[in-house]
T-cell receptor
């Protein structure tokens, strides 16, 4: 079992719809969770981080964390073509090490 | 406020050579982590430096080594390059490990290393 797994893509969503990205992790002791967006040929850009169970909202983005189920998700509301990118889920292990999933490629269709 | 800066942006080497990549952390950050990202994969943790010492290390051979300087900048050295070392090398910076472990990491633009 991989330490961090993301739903296999690519994911295609019509413009204006909600995009849902999912991630599961194996280390039950994990405390910090991050979503990064990576455009093709660019470096990862931090979108959101979440530490507590429940939802955390920032503009059109909502991160959801369920530690009992070892599950974290990212919802993108009112999807825009500029949201088309690869989304990386990362879980912190130890003080600073981030373990990444393989990424989910998202395409927003106009 | 400068973000994380890395140099060079691209590098081409041949098998067996050695390479040094450089990173300057974001202003106010004192911890530097290095990651390797192969095409189509998520980044993999190489190691992390704080207070000029290696604090955590991922599953990478000793050919990969690093250094952190008093101004918090860092270098990644790779010896005896293999074809499989071709990847995007990312540097990420954050605030210190002591007492603020939840500080997010911010990435630089990376160095694209190609091994011929």
């Amino acid at each position: 079992q991989k330490e961090v797994e993301q739903n296999s893509g690519p994911l295609s969503v019509p413009e204006g719809a909600i995009a849902s990205l999912n991630c599961t992790y194996s280390d039950r002791g994990s405390q910090s969770f991050f979503w990064y967006r990576q455009y093709s040929g660019k470096s990862p850009e931090l979108i959101m981080f979440i530490y507590s169970n429940g939802d955390k909202e920032d503009g059109r983005f909502t991160a959801q964390l369920n530690k009992a189920s070892q599950y974290v998700s990212l919802l993108i509301r009112d999807s825009q073509p500029s949201d088309s990118a690869t989304y990386l889920c990362a879980v912190r292990q130890g003080a600073q090490k981030l373990v990444f999933g393989q990424g989910t490629r998202l395409t927003i269709n106009p | 406020d400068a973000g994380v800066t890395q140099s060079p942006t691209h590098l081409i080497k041949t098998r067996g050579q050695q390479v040094t990549l450089r990173c300057s952390p974001k202003s106010g950050h004192d911890t530097v982590s290095w990651y390797q990202q192969a095409l189509g994969q998520g980044p993999q943790f190489i190691f992390q430096y704080y207070e000029e010492e290696e604090r955590q290390r991922g599953n990478f051979p000793d050919r990969f080594s690093g250094h952190q300087f008093p101004n918090y900048s860092s270098e990644l050295n790779v010896n005896a390059l293999l074809l499989g070392d071709s990847a995007l090398y990312l540097c990420a910076s954050s605030s210190g490990t002591g007492g603020r472990i939840n500080q997010p990491q911010h990435f630089g633009d990376g160095t694209r290393l190609s091994i011929l």
